[in-house]
């Protein structure tokens, strides 16, 4: 399924941005960055549940929010773009 996560971490303090690139690289292990912070995941529900405990443990809940929107499995019509079209669409391979 694919799943829309983004992130807002507050970095008035060392510990926020330290937090913010942690949470940056967490979902770059599973996704592409489409935004600043907002990424596209391809994960099933298992990886969803770890990719989530991984934040978790990453993120201060009194002072960060995540939040994720699962598009499914039939997502190529729910996606629009406007503007800049991104490098990769969602889904699409990736060669290197």
């Known amino acids: ?10 970095t008035e ?11 940056a690289k967490i979902c770059e292990k599973y996704g592409m960055r489409v935004q600043n912070s907002v990424f596209e995941v391809e994960v099933d529900a298992a990886q969803l ?21 699962r598009l499914g499995n039939s997502y190529e019509h729910k996606i629009e773009t406007l503007g800049k079209e991104p490098i990769v669409q969602a889904g699409s391979a990736l060669l290197l």
């Not at 399924?1 to 507050?10: E, F, G």
């Not at 303090?13 to 949470?23: D, N, P």
């Not at 549940?49 to 929107?69: G, H, N």
């Open 49 to 69: 549940a770890v990719l989530k405990e991984e934040l978790i443990r990453r993120m201060d809940i009194e002072q960060d929010s995540v939040r994720i929107y």
């Open 13 to 23: 303090s060392i510990a926020g941005r330290k937090r913010l690139r942690q949470v």
């Open 1 to 10: 399924m694919l799943v829309v996560i983004t992130y807002d971490v507050n």
